[in-house]
């Protein structure tokens, strides 16, 4: 695999959520690069089963887990599974995150991008952390802003925010705690968005002149894992182009 540009420990593990396709499977790539082994999961088991057969191909280590994260014995069998195949999981993408926007799944989305996100990293926590352990947790700009049509996805990307500081207030002392906030970016899901009267008028007053890719949201992903952050907690790391400070 690729050279240890970020200071990772060889064969460390990390646990990634959403890793099927998009953010999650950018980040569970550009990690066994790093030379970490991946926990990959996703309720999806086409997409998270190529994930690990591209980095296994590549040399790395991967496992595939399928199930749904707000399944609280998914979970731990999971973790407990996770653990016995690659070692201790020294950190934790939270990435999983609800992709339908219709009104009446107000309710799901808050119990996955927050019941589901707290059991997981109160499961992983339990499991037997290394030293240096970390989580990080895929949020978005939309957490910081209003005015959003989709309201159920900025009230759960805020409360994210919330239990992220929370965590990292009260739980330093077994990891440390950050979020990534991707703004527009370039992955399936956003497709149909990107093609939009909205989707261009957003991509116009982003100053950076282009949507992010997956990749882009990976590296500050696994910037914020790494040893040269290991001082920074309780943050949440815009990577949106500038378009934010246009708001």
Sequence with gaps: MGDAQLGFT??????????????????????AEQGLRVSA???????????????????????AWVG????????????RDAVEALGPVRYLHNNAGPASAHPLEFDRAI????????????????????????????????????????????????????????????????????????GMTDTPRLASFKASEIGNRVLERIPLKRMA?????????LFLFSPLAGYINGVFLPVDGGWTVTQ
Excluded: C, Q
Excluded at 68 to 79: A, F, K
Excluded at 154 to 162: D, N, V
């Design 68 to 79: 749904d994260v707000s399944d609280p014995e998914i979970v731990t069998t999971g973790l």
């Design 41 to 63: 999961w996703d309720i999806a088991p086409g997409g998270v089963h190529e994930t690990v057969d591209l980095i296994t191909a590549a040399g790395g280590t991967a496992r």
């Design 111 to 182: 119990h996955i991008s927050l019941g589901s996100v707290r059991r997981m990293t109160d499961t992983w926590a339990a499991s037997g952390l290394p030293e240096g352990a970390a989580m990080v947790v895929t949020t978005s700009v939309a957490g910081n802003l209003v005015g959003t049509d989709v309201d159920w996805y900025s009230t759960a990307k805020a409360g994210l925010m919330g239990y992220v500081r929370h965590l990292a207030a009260h739980r330093a002392h077994e990891f440390r705690s950050n979020g990534v906030a991707p």
């Design 10 to 31: 060889a064969d460390d593990t990390i646990l990634i959520t959403g890793a099927g396709s998009g953010i999650g499977r950018a980040t569970a790539l550009r990690a």
């Design 213 to 221: 890719t997956a990749d882009d949201i990976a590296w500050a992903t």
